[in-house]
T-cell receptor
Framework: EAQVTQNPRYLITVTGKKLTVTCSQN?????MSWYRQDPGLGLRQIYY???????DKGDVPEGYKVSRKEKRNFPLILESPSPNQTSLYFC??????????????FGQGTRLTVV | QKEVEQDPGPLSVPEGAIVSLNCTYS??????FMWYRQYSRKGPELLMY????GNKEDGRFTAQVDKSSKYISLFIRDSQPSDSATYLC???????????FGKGTLLTVNP
């Protein structure tokens, strides 16, 4: 089954404790991205990757890091989480990187709470 | 001005009604338009994808783009309780690869 898998689904952590949210897709997609979704603000892109070792900032990259060492995996790293990073996070993937391609598959989401 | 403006709702309709969901956008460079459906506690799923002006139909769903007025719409015919979800419009185009989302409209279809 084609899917984007995020882990964990729920996470409560303390301020400053480094964490990683994993994302994996099994469709050999080139493009992957991370979004956060907040009430009243909608979905906002954090980072995206057009291929292995190619990443770039989205709209709200501050406080986040990403890496793309393998095509299937695109982890999101919070080096020093803060309460304002409490949010619902989604990973997404797209077959290609052209203008006509769009995020066709989203993960189930990771609910992160930073206390 | 926000790049994508979407009626926030919430919208509540009886089963069988025709639903109209709307968005406006400000950047004429946008060329590709999408509608996503997001059920509670789930990730968005791509529902419709259109390019340029005109209509695109898929079963009970019709996506409409009017580039002259920068208006995009999603119509749902014979709405069902299973259509209850948040609907997100999105656009892509211009000089970057960023997908820009509206804030979503919460739809409830009552049996």
């Amino acid at each position: 089954e084609a899917q984007v898998t995020q882990n964990p689904r729920y996470l409560i952590t303390v301020t400053g404790k480094k964490l990683t949210v994993t994302c994996s897709q099994n469709m050999n997609h080139e493009y992957m991205s991370w979004y956060r979704q907040d009430p009243g603000l909608g979905l906002r892109q954090i980072y995206y990757s057009m291929n292995v070792e190619v990443t770039d900032k989205g709209d709200v990259p501050e406080g986040y890091k990403v890496s793309r060492k393998e095509k299937r995996n695109f982890p999101l790293i919070l080096e020093s989480p803060s309460p304002n990073q409490t949010s619902l996070y989604f990973c997404a993937s797209s077959p290609g990187t052209g203008q006509a391609d769009t995020e066709a598959f989203f993960g189930q989401g990771t609910r992160l709470t930073v206390v | 001005q926000k790049e994508v403006e979407q009626d926030p709702g919430p919208l509540s309709v009886p089963e069988g009604a025709i639903v109209s969901l709307n968005c406006t956008y400000s950047n004429s460079a946008f060329q590709y338009f999408m509608w996503y459906r997001q059920y509670s506690r789930k990730g968005p799923e791509l529902l419709m994808y259109t390019y340029s002006s005109g209509n695109k139909e898929d079963g009970r769903f019709t996506a409409q783009v009017d580039k002259s007025s920068k208006y995009i719409s999603l119509f749902i015919r014979d709405s069902q309780p299973s259509d209850s979800a948040t609907y997100l419009c999105a656009k892509k185009g211009g000089s970057n690869y960023k997908l820009t989302f509206g804030k979503g409209t919460l739809l409830t279809v009552n049996p």
